[in-house]
């Protein structure tokens, strides 16, 4: 048997704390490691019974998968590879009998992966995939859990064969303490059910390179009823690879794939709620030589520290190295809390080989999964491929020698399962290496210590709703519930990266001025409203495949859906109900609906009842910590004392508490004060203001209402008159007040009344084309209302050619694909246009010197007395360049500045366009500028 030795020199206690060295690979060494499986109980065993996990009785179970020509790539979880197996040994030794217990349950070609048992060690769940016979029968082969009664030796599988069950894939099942199963699916079972609640199919969603339909967290009963399933969290790419922290909370892997390509780390309970990140958005390049690094596969020590799998997206190898990451200190590698004193490392290798991610070779070779003992003798049994070269027909270790030899490449891998014992510092085999061969999972089946049960693991809808909160009324908590809708937030919008910064800006000295509305009147204020949008999941290509020029100049933002919109405080905050289980992002808009800021680029979520907590903004580049409410630094906004009014604001309304968290002090803003006063001193019609709005709406001047002898009401809250024609609201669009038939608003049926069902969907031909083919009385001149097509048209009245005004057409013709000239003329830059001689309308002509050869009479090249070609410059027609356009940017309307300058008051267009068309057209521009915003409004693709 062989027995590498590990190094002496610092020791790495599974249990307490770690240290990580080299790890010293001696392969003369052969040694025999007396008392391997033997049923003497280990020394320092803190399990019930201290029972010896490598006792016989304790079955060591362990998966096998093929390595294949192709990559490893974490992007693609359902991957079917073929050829896996399941086994199980009678104990952790070589000698110890097998059964292949993969064969009982499938005849045929399967994958297996994903080991996890209970805590008791009763019980083995896993993930099972049969290999689809006929490809093209539209019937799908899927990965399902399964679970092994290890003592009654009999398997089930877990969710019963239905016909949802046919089409959704179930991978990474973790138990819950209470007994429960977190699991990764792609049922995505709330955003199906939302999806027609919206008048949409019911469909699951497919991830943001839309290879293949997102994992979402689900949670069930371990009996797998249908009707215990429940969808808790809610991501536009994977979430997968649970595992349960030592509260009883769980950490998974979030794939943020939205302008960004990252496995991070997040942390949710196990109702949905508190879903937040915890580590890692900028620490992907922390592998050797500063190589990219992912985390997935995270499991607890038996001293509570959190280890994962840290390895590239792609990976030839299929493995890396196992690190602890310690997430209660550092939000990154070498980024700490808020509270912490330090500057990392954050991760720290728990193999002590180098292992070399980023480098042809890894001379410490590669590990695929690594599982502790829980009896405190610091052993660990873990899945791990030697560094090897091929050369010919040779295989070798990899030395300095081997790696540089003519001719020699990485060796296909070949995992094995050790036994990793630090305080002997061995490395004995257990299951030998075979190649082509990699061991994704490995599992003991004995008793481990359980993480505490969270306080509640039923649906949060059901439960918690009941439950006192006092940010909430007791009213409004029930409605929450009842309308899927939860709160968000925020304390100061004017907060960037734990800094009084806004748009680029210090404003740690105008912010004093901005948050007293007696000095700042409300049409001063810089940020007015914020805007929630959400992700709209693309169903399977077989449900609907959209034109790819549907989705607009900006294809990489896909297609969003508005939900509406909210006032912001003189002090930045704000405080408003938002639909639950729905991926949301933010913006931040002036009074016009001009986003102030950059995109937000990651998803929030939040469960019926739920308060979310914002401290501020984020920039994407900042490595400040973010999104972790209590690992930032202290608020710029600290609100007023209970029971205290806001400096320069109405006495009539005072914080309604104060309270301490981390030994922060937290008082209400004014955002919290607003809520609460409606929620408990204004009548019921007033607590539409607690909700979202499909218009920029109810701006609150904090001011007295100037009578002392009567109380604030409910139209002293809102500066805005709904009668007033100028507001750029949906209802003041003039295409819609003429014909309401035949101008649709973007809104549906949900909005008016502001539900969690509302959406407001723009699509180009529907909504924004109109305004440039409305007939304008008001601007009426020659007899003839003004319109643009007439000007921007490339003919006249007369149907006579005509160069469009400023070199700008919005008609609309189309004249290839699906989109029509006015939108390929606004986002493109386009040649200039004339008239030309024969008086029709084309491109410019452009020349350019060439040197040509001079032609005789009959074509020949001509040549000079020396035999050299005689040769002229010429101007020559060539292609002109693009100098018309753009006039609008789908980064958004504040980079559209050379369309939305010229209706500027005292501009060359002010008042062709009113106020809520440009809004629209504002907001339009913000998400991304789309063709259409509607999948199932979209031209499907030929």
């Known amino acids: 048997m062989s027995i590498y030795f590990l190094n002496t020199t610092n020791r790495l206690n599974l249990t307490v704390d770690v240290i990580t060295k080299p790890l010293l690979i001696l392969l003369t060494a052969m040694l025999a490691l007396h008392g391997c499986g033997s049923d003497d109980k280990l020394p320092g065993g803190s399990n019930p019974g201290d029972q010896d996990p490598l006792a016989s009785g304790t079955p060591l179970f362990y998966i096998e998968r093929r390595i294949t020509a192709d990559e490893d790539e974490l992007s693609d979880p359902l991957r079917f590879i073929g050829g896996g197996r399941l086994i199980m040994k009678a104990r952790a030794d070589q000698s110890a009998p097998e059964t292949v217990l993969s064969s009982r349950i499938c005849s045929g070609n399967c994958d297996f992966r994903d080991l ?15 290999e689809d016979p006929d490809d093209n029968d539209n019937i799908e082969y899927t990965w399902d859990i399964w679970e092994y009664d290890i003592a009654g030796d009999s398997f089930r599988k877990v969710i019963a064969t239905d016909d949802s069950s046919k089409v959704n894939h179930e991978i990474t099942p973790r138990y819950l303490p209470s007994g429960d199963i977190v699991f990764a699916s792609t049922r995505q079972k709330y955003t199906r059910s939302i999806n027609q609640d919206t008048g949409k199919p019911g469909y699951s969603g497919l991830e943001e390179d839309r290879q293949q ?3 979402n967290l689900h949670v069930m009963a371990s009996s797998g009823d249908l009707g215990s399933i429940r969808q808790i969290t809610f991501n536009m790419s994977h979430d997968a690879y649970p595992a349960i922290l030592p509260d009883g909370s769980i950490l998974y892997t979030r794939w943020d794939n939205f302008n960004r390509n990252a496995m991070n780390l997040y942390r949710v309970n196990p109702d949905g709620t508190g879903n937040q990140i915890m580590y890692g958005m900028h620490s992907h390049t922390t592998g050797s030589g500063a190589s990219d690094f992912q985390f997935i596969k995270s499991n607890i020590l038996p001293s509570g520290e959190l280890f994962v799998l840290a390895r590239p997206m792609d990976s030839a190898a299929y493995g890396g190295d196992f690190i602890t990451i310690d997430i209660d200190n550092y939000v990154d590698n070498t980024t700490p809390t808020a509270t912490t004193n330090g500057s990392g490392p954050a991760q720290q290798s728990i193999t002590d080989t180098s292992v070399a991610t980023g480098s042809t070779y890894s001379t410490g070779g590669y590990y695929a999964d690594f599982h502790p003992l829980w009896d405190g ?8 491929s030697l560094c090897r070269v091929r050369n010919g027909g040779t295989v070798l270790p990899c030395n300095s020698s081997s790696m540089s030899a003519p001719g020699a490449t990485p060796a296909t891998p070949a995992y094995g399962i050790w036994m990793l014992d630090y305080a002997e510092n061995t490395q004995v085999p257990v299951i030998t290496a075979r190649t082509g061969i990699v061991i994704t999972d490995i599992a003991l089946g004995y008793e481990r210590t359980a993480p505490l049960t969270f306080s509640d693991e039923q649906p949060f809808e059901a439960e918690n709703c009941t439950t006192a909160n006092f940010k909430l009324a007791a009213a409004t908590i029930n409605d929450l519930c009842q309308s899927y809708e939860g709160v968000l937030h925020i304390r100061n919008i004017y907060e960037t990266d734990g800094a009084l910064n806004f748009g680029g800006s210090d404003v740690s000295a105008t912010y004093p001025t901005w948050s007293n509305p007696t000095l700042t009147p409300a049409n001063n204020r810089p940020a007015r409203f914020l805007r929630i949008i959400k992700g709209y999941p693309e169903p399977d290509r077989d449900i609907q495949q959209p034109d790819n020029d549907a989705f607009g100049r900006a294809g990489a933002q896909r297609m969003k859906q508005i939900l509406g919109y909210a006032p912001i405080e003189p002090d930045g905050s704000v405080k408003v109900r938002i639909p639950a289980n729905v991926p949301l992002m933010l913006s931040i808009t002036d009074a016009s609906g001009k986003r102030l800021t950059r995109r937000h680029q990651n998803w929030l979520s939040v469960r019926p009842g739920e308060v979310l907590e914002c401290k501020g903004c984020h920039t994407n580049a900042s490595t400040e910590p973010h999104g972790r409410f209590y690992a930032q630094p202290a608020t710029t906004n600290t609100g007023e004392t209970a029971g205290t009014t806001y400096t320069g604001a109405t006495t009539e309304i005072t914080s309604p508490f104060s309270y301490t968290v981390s030994a922060e002090v937290l008082n209400a803003t004014m955002a919290e004060a607003k809520f609460s006063f409606i929620e408990t001193t204004l009548s019921a019609t007033a607590g539409q203001m607690l909700n979202l709005n499909q218009d920029p709406r109810f701006t609150f001047d904090w001011l007295d209402d100037g009578d ?6 409910a139209a002293d809250l809102e500066m805005e008159d709904p009668s007033d024609p100028l507001l750029p609201w949906y209802e003041n669009i003039p295409a819609y007040i003429d014909d309401p038939d035949t101008y649709t608003l973007p809104t549906n049926q949900f909005c008016a009344n502001w539900s969690y069902r509302c959406r407001i969907e723009i699509n180009y031909p529907n909504h924004i084309q109109p305004f440039w083919e409305y007939a304008r009385t008001n601007l009426a001149s020659d007899m003839q209302p003004a319109v643009c097509t007439r000007c921007h048209s490339r003919v006249d009245d007369m149907a006579a050619p005509q160069v469009p005004a400023g070199q700008l057409e919005l008609t609309s013709q189309v004249d290839t694909g699906i989109r029509m000239r006015s939108y390929e003329e606004l986002f493109f830059a386009d040649v200039e246009q004339e008239i030309n001689d024969e008086g029709s309308l084309q491109d410019i002509v452009c020349t350019e010197p060439q040197e040509q050869p001079v032609l005789d009479i009959d074509g020949n090249p ?17 292609q002109c360049p693009a100098t018309e356009g753009p006039y609008m940017s789908s980064a958004g309307a504040i980079s559209s500045s050379r369309f939305f300058d010229i209706f500027e008051p005292g501009a060359s267009h002010e008042d062709y366009l009113t106020p809520a068309e440009l809004r629209v057209i504002a907001e339009w521009l913000d998400i991304g500028g789309q063709y259409y915003n509607d999948l199932f409004a979209a031209p499907e693709a030929n």
């Open 116 to 130: 996890e048992v209970s805590y008791e060690g009763d019980y083995l769940l896993f993930s099972m995939r049969q």
């Open 213 to 215: 339909r997102a994992l």
């Open 377 to 384: 003798t610091n052993r660990a049994l873990a899945s791990w």
């Open 708 to 713: 002392a002898l009567t109380d604030l009401t």
């Open 862 to 878: 001509t040549f000079d007395i020396d035999g050299n070609p005689i040769t002229e410059i010429v101007q020559v027609p060539v």
